[in-house]
């Protein structure tokens, strides 16, 4: 039904553990259940070509996202726990010292079957804002949900979202910061659409390139990445993404997780000329309250860094992500 008489593009199945397993660990096997999800997913492949069927299991497995001919349970991606839990600690830590970026490489460079989209990569769900968890900006600041800190440390966690490899998922109204905790008997505060646009125009922005609506973002939708550049002490993570690579389709992230600017900050370049600042987390544009520090173009100069033969130099906000592309 969902399918032929609604024409939805997919189909995501809860808590798929519990129908394949049971016990208090998932350690006993439910032989039909495995076999009623292979069934369900052949024949959405065989009518539905080209739908999304989605297991939402948390117990990181392969199996869920191999063929059904190879033995495994034929969907088209799972949620991957790996991504969401590392993400929020980073924004969500009181102190910059406590951001272990280090889990953030691994929450972007984690796959399954070696697939970058056999994955959905998230920052919220039901399960993490709800039943006593609170949404990102008001576990951020309890006090001040929507303030500074609640703003830039809760966009700073969509952007990854948005560059890293997988299936991007937003949980609603997170896009125009919506507080407390998930209940099914509130409703969403439609009213912040209004109070902060300049965050969802955040959002747009970040959609559109991921997208590459303007034909300058191509390795955002690609399947490889590489981080090349983690520095611990001020707090810095840089990564590349590409496709098929060159102009148009090269794309490095940089990401400070630091609560000061940086400047003249060196990073690694895999090619040669100009790099256009596709967004800037930081632009006043998306809040008031943001700075607007000026980064801007760079221009890449020979001279080995990062394992890349060029290097430049930039300027970034605090709790900011730079997008660059040539």
Known sequence: ???????????????????????????QEIPDGWSMLQAINESVARHHPGRLTIAEDLRSNDWLTKD???????????????????????????????????????????????????????SE???????????????????????????????????????????????????????????????????????????MRLYRDLIRLRLDRESVSRGLCGQFTQVFHLDTQRNVLAFHRWDRGGPGDDVVVIANFFHESQEDYTVGLPAAHGWKLRFNSDWHGYSESFDGYQSGDVEAVPGEWDGFPYNASFRMGPYSVLIYSQ
């Open 1 to 27: 039904m969902w399918l032929d008489e609604y024409h939805l593009d997919g189909l995501r199945f809860d808590s798929t553990g519990y129908i394949r397993n049971i016990g208090e660990n998932g350690t």
């Open 68 to 122: 059904v001919g190879a033995g495994g349970a034929g969907f088209g991606s799972q949620w991957d726990p790996h991504f969401v839990q590392p993400i929020r600690q980073a924004v969500i830590a009181s102190h910059d010292e406590d951001r272990a970026l280090d889990r953030v490489r691994d929450a972007i460079l984690y796959r399954y079957n070696d697939d970058a989209f056999e994955r959905v990569i998230y």
């Open 125 to 199: 769900s039901h399960d993490d804002v709800a039943n006593g968890q609170s949404r990102i900006p008001q576990d951020v600041n309890p006090g001040d949900p929507t303030g500074w800190h609640a703003q830039k440390r809760s966009t700073l966690a969509a952007a990854m979202v948005f560059t890293a490899p997988g299936i991007p998922m937003l949980f609603q109204g997170q896009e125009f910061l919506e507080g407390g905790w998930f209940r099914d008997t509130v409703p969403v505060d439609w009213d912040q659409r209004q109070e902060f646009r300049g965050i």
